[in-house]
C-alpha cells in the first residue's frame, strides 16, 4: 500500500525541516505513485490545460518549417536528432513529421526523433499518435540523454514546470519561501533564512524567482549546440527581463487551485524568466533570439498558412480557424504571453526572429 503523498510530505517535513519549493514542486509532479505528470492526463479539454499544438494544426506546421529551415542553415546533417522536451499527447510532433515530410523528404529522411517524457500514460499517447510515421522513435527520461550528433530540440511548455525557488525579501534581506506544517498538522507557507541576494533593487516583500534547473539545462544545451551542431527553439509563458513577482500557479480542470491542497493533484508551473537563458547562450558564444510567440508565428507566415487551410472550407470552418489564429497570436490572448526564444551558432540568423 502507497502513502499519499500529502502524508509522505508532512512525514519528509517533520524529519528535515520545511521544503524549499523547488523540492515540494518536483515531488508534486514526479513522485512515482502519486505524482502530477506520472499518473495523470493533464492536457486537453478534459485535462487541466490546452496547449497550443491543441488549438490548431498551424502552430505545428509553422514550427515544422522553422525547422526545415534551421536543419539546412546547420549544413543539412544526416542523421541528426529531432528533439521534442516533453511533447504532451505527441500533436506538435506529429504535426512536424507530417510538415517535413511533406515539404523536405531529406530532412524527413535524416531525423531521428527522441521525446524527453516522464509520464507513462502521455508516452503511450505518443506512441500512438506517432506510429503512423516511419521514422526511429526512442524516448528519454531527460535532456541529459540526447546523443553525440547533431540536433534540433524544441520546447514547448517545458521550462513552466520545472522547479523554481522563491525569495522574499524582509526586513532589509532575503529570506528563502518554504513549506512547512501549520499547528493543525497542514501544509503552509514559511520562510527560512537564505544568502541569496541579486542585483536589482527589491522593496518590501518582493519575491524573485530562480529555476536553477531551466539554467542547468539550457547551459547544457548551450554546450551541445556549440560542440555537436544544434539549435534549440523554446516557446513558454513567461519574461524576457528579469523582475520581482509570484507567478507560482496550482491549474486544475482548467482554474486556479490551492498548491498546497492536495499534493499531486494540479499542474505546478511558474512564468519562465528567459533572462538567464539569453546571458548563458551569450556566455557560451551562442546566438540567443527572442521574441512574443504573435511575433514569432506571424513572421512565420501564420496568416498566409491560415488562409491557405481555409480556403475552399465552409464559412464554418473558417470562423474556427480565425478563432485558433487569434488565440494563438493576438496580443491579448497567447500572442503576448508566450516568448520564443532560439539558441543557435552565432553565424545562424534564425527564421522568424
Same mark, same amino acid.
Given at each position: 500500500?502507497?502513502?499519499?503523498?500529502?502524508?509522505?510530505?508532512?512525514?519528509?517535513?517533520?524529519?528535515?525541516? %520545511?521544503?524549499?519549493?523547488?523540492?515540494?514542486?518536483?515531488?508534486?509532479? +514526479?513522485?512515482?505513485? !502519486?505524482?502530477? &505528470?506520472?499518473?495523470?492526463?493533464?492536457?486537453?479539454?478534459? @485535462?487541466?490545460?490546452?496547449?497550443?499544438?491543441?488549438?490548431?494544426?498551424?502552430?505545428?506546421?509553422?514550427? /515544422?518549417?522553422?525547422?526545415?529551415?534551421?536543419?539546412? =542553415?546547420? /549544413?543539412? *546533417?544526416?542523421?541528426?536528432?529531432?528533439?521534442?522536451?516533453?511533447?504532451?499527447?505527441?500533436?506538435?510532433?506529429?504535426?512536424?513529421?507530417?510538415?517535413?515530410?511533406?515539404?523536405?523528404?531529406?530532412?524527413?529522411?535524416?531525423? &531521428? #526523433?527522441?521525446?524527453?517524457?516522464?509520464?507513462?500514460?502521455?508516452?503511450?499517447?505518443?506512441?500512438?499518435?506517432?506510429? $503512423?510515421?516511419?521514422?526511429?522513435?526512442?524516448?528519454?527520461?531527460? +535532456?541529459?540523454?540526447?546523443?553525440?550528433?547533431?540536433?534540433?530540440?524544441?520546447?514547448?511548455?517545458?521550462?513552466?514546470?520545472?522547479?523554481?525557488?522563491?525569495?522574499?525579501?524582509?526586513? @532589509?534581506?532575503?529570506?528563502?519561501?518554504?513549506?512547512?506544517?501549520?499547528?493543525?498538522?497542514?501544509?503552509?507557507?514559511?520562510? =527560512?533564512?537564505?544568502?541569496?541576494?541579486?542585483?536589482?533593487?527589491?522593496?518590501?516583500?518582493?519575491?524573485?524567482?530562480?529555476?536553477?534547473?531551466?539554467?542547468?539545462?539550457?547551459?547544457?544545451?548551450?554546450?551541445?549546440?556549440? +560542440?555537436?551542431?544544434?539549435?534549440?527553439?523554446?516557446?513558454?509563458?513567461?519574461?524576457?527581463?528579469?523582475?520581482?513577482?509570484?507567478?507560482?500557479?496550482?491549474?486544475?480542470?482548467?482554474?486556479?487551485?490551492? %498548491?498546497?491542497?492536495? *499534493?499531486?493533484? $494540479?499542474?505546478?508551473?511558474? !512564468?519562465?524568466?528567459?533572462? *538567464?537563458?539569453?546571458?548563458? $547562450?551569450?556566455?557560451?558564444?551562442?546566438?540567443?533570439?527572442?521574441?512574443?510567440?504573435?511575433?514569432?508565428?506571424?513572421?512565420? /507566415?501564420?496568416?498566409?498558412?491560415?488562409?491557405?487551410?481555409?480556403?475552399?472550407?465552409?464559412?464554418?470552418?473558417?470562423? =474556427?480557424?480565425? +478563432?485558433? #489564429?487569434?488565440?494563438?497570436?493576438?496580443?491579448?490572448?497567447? /500572442?503576448?504571453?508566450?516568448?520564443?526564444?532560439?539558441?543557435?551558432?552565432?553565424?545562424?540568423? *534564425? !527564421?522568424?526572429?
Amino acid at each position: 500500500m502507497t502513502i499519499k503523498l500529502n502524508d509522505r510530505l508532512r512525514s519528509l517535513i517533520q524529519d528535515e525541516g %520545511p521544503l524549499d519549493l523547488a523540492t515540494y514542486m518536483q515531488i508534486c509532479l +514526479t513522485d512515482p505513485n !502519486h505524482g502530477y &505528470y506520472t499518473t495523470k492526463k493533464p492536457i486537453g479539454r478534459k @485535462g487541466d490545460f490546452i496547449t497550443a499544438p491543441e488549438i490548431s494544426q498551424l502552430f505545428g506546421e509553422l514550427i /515544422g518549417i522553422w525547422i526545415i529551415d534551421t536543419w539546412q =542553415k546547420l /549544413g543539412a *546533417p544526416s542523421p541528426f536528432y529531432l528533439i521534442e522536451a516533453g511533447p504532451g499527447h505527441g500533436t506538435l510532433m506529429a504535426d512536424i513529421l507530417r510538415t517535413i515530410t511533406k515539404l523536405s523528404t531529406p530532412c524527413a529522411k535524416a531525423a &531521428y #526523433v527522441r521525446l524527453i517524457e516522464i509520464s507513462p500514460t502521455l508516452k503511450t499517447m505518443q506512441k500512438d499518435k506517432l506510429s $503512423a510515421f516511419d521514422i526511429p522513435l526512442t524516448w528519454h527520461e531527460n +535532456t541529459d540523454d540526447i546523443g553525440d550528433d547533431a540536433f534540433i530540440l524544441i520546447a514547448n511548455e517545458f521550462f513552466d514546470a520545472l522547479p523554481i525557488n522563491q525569495y522574499q525579501f524582509v526586513e @532589509g534581506q532575503w529570506a528563502e519561501r518554504a513549506i512547512g506544517l501549520s499547528p493543525e498538522n497542514t501544509l503552509t507557507w514559511g520562510l =527560512k533564512p537564505s544568502k541569496f541576494n541579486t542585483t536589482l533593487n527589491p522593496k518590501l516583500n518582493d519575491i524573485f524567482e530562480t529555476s536553477m534547473s531551466a539554467q542547468k539545462i539550457v547551459a547544457d544545451l548551450s554546450k551541445r549546440i556549440k +560542440t555537436q551542431n544544434g539549435a534549440a527553439l523554446l516557446i513558454d509563458y513567461g519574461h524576457l527581463k528579469s523582475g520581482f513577482g509570484d507567478t507560482f500557479q496550482a491549474i486544475k480542470n482548467h482554474a486556479y487551485a490551492n %498548491p498546497l491542497e492536495d *499534493p499531486g493533484s $494540479a499542474d505546478l508551473t511558474a !512564468h519562465v524568466d528567459f533572462d *538567464p537563458f539569453q546571458q548563458i $547562450a551569450a556566455k557560451a558564444g551562442l546566438r540567443a533570439k527572442a521574441t512574443t510567440q504573435g511575433s514569432f508565428l506571424l513572421a512565420m /507566415g501564420l496568416l498566409e498558412r491560415a488562409g491557405a487551410l481555409g480556403a475552399n472550407l465552409t464559412t464554418q470552418q473558417q470562423e =474556427k480557424i480565425k +478563432t485558433d #489564429v487569434e488565440r494563438l497570436a493576438a496580443p491579448e490572448k497567447m /500572442g503576448n504571453l508566450f516568448k520564443v526564444m532560439t539558441i543557435t551558432r552565432s553565424d545562424i540568423t *534564425p !527564421h522568424g526572429f
